[in-house]
C-alpha cells in the first residue's frame, strides 16, 4: 500500500515539477542556494556532498562553483548498486552514469566523510521524510552516515506528511525557495 501511495505522490509532484519553466527553476533555485549558504552546519562544513542535478530537479551547478570558491571539498554521488562520493573535480570532468546521471570520470577519494549533505526527492514531508525514485540508494547511504542532512526542494514538494517504510531515512533539514524546515 505505501509502494502504490508513493508512486502516485511521485507521478503527480514529477508532472508539477517538469511543467516549471526555465525562469521558474532559474529564480527558485538561486533563492535555495540563498537560504542553504546561510545555514550555519552549511558554513561551518568542511567537505559537503551535492548530487548532479538531472532534469527538472533543483539545479545545483551554482551551488558546487560557489561551494568551491569558498574553499569547501565538494563531493558527488556515483551510483551503481549503491552510492559512492567520489571528488568533484570540474563539470568537464563528467560523464553519464547508470541512471542518466552525471557522475565523475576521474574517481578521486575524498579526504573524509562529508560534514553535510545535500539531497534531492520528489517530495519531502512536514515529518522530514522524503521520497525519491524508490531504489533507496540515499536511504541505505544515509542509515550508515552521521552527515548533517539537507533535502532541498521546491516549496510545493513538502506535504504535510509522507507514506514511508522503515528504511526510509529523515532530514535534519529541509529548504525551499520560501523557508527553511528543521
Do not use: W
Not at 556515483?78 to 546521471?101: A, C, H, M, P, W
Not at 513538502?158 to 528543521?182: A, C, F, G, W, Y
Amino acid at each position: 500500500m505505501v509502494s502504490k501511495a508513493k508512486g502516485e505522490l511521485r507521478k503527480k509532484l514529477l508532472s508539477k515539477r517538469n511543467s516549471l519553466t526555465e525562469k521558474q527553476h532559474s529564480s527558485m533555485g538561486e533563492a535555495i542556494k540563498q537560504k542553504l549558504f546561510s545555514c550555519p552546519r552549511f558554513q561551518k562544513a568542511k567537505t559537503v556532498a551535492f548530487y548532479l542535478h538531472k532534469g527538472s530537479e533543483v539545479n545545483t551547478k551554482n551551488m558546487i562553483s560557489e561551494a568551491l570558491l569558498l574553499g569547501k571539498e565538494v563531493i558527488v554521488p556515483v551510483t551503481n548498486d549503491k552510492i559512492t562520493f567520489y571528488r568533484f573535480t570540474s563539470f568537464e570532468d563528467l560523464q553519464e552514469g547508470k541512471y542518466g546521471i552525471l557522475e565523475p570520470k576521474t574517481k578521486v577519494q575524498p579526504s573524509k566523510s562529508p560534514d553535510v549533505i545535500i539531497i534531492p526527492g520528489i517530495s519531502f514531508g512536514l515529518c522530514m521524510h522524503r521520497i525519491g525514485y524508490g531504489k533507496g540508494h540515499y536511504d541505505n547511504y544515509l542509515g550508515k552516515s552521521f552527515a548533517y542532512r539537507i533535502g532541498i526542494c521546491y516549496d510545493f514538494q513538502v506535504i504535510e506528511s509522507l507514506p514511508r517504510h522503515e528504511n526510509d531515512q529523515r532530514m535534519d533539514e529541509i529548504i525551499t525557495e520560501k523557508r527553511i524546515i528543521s
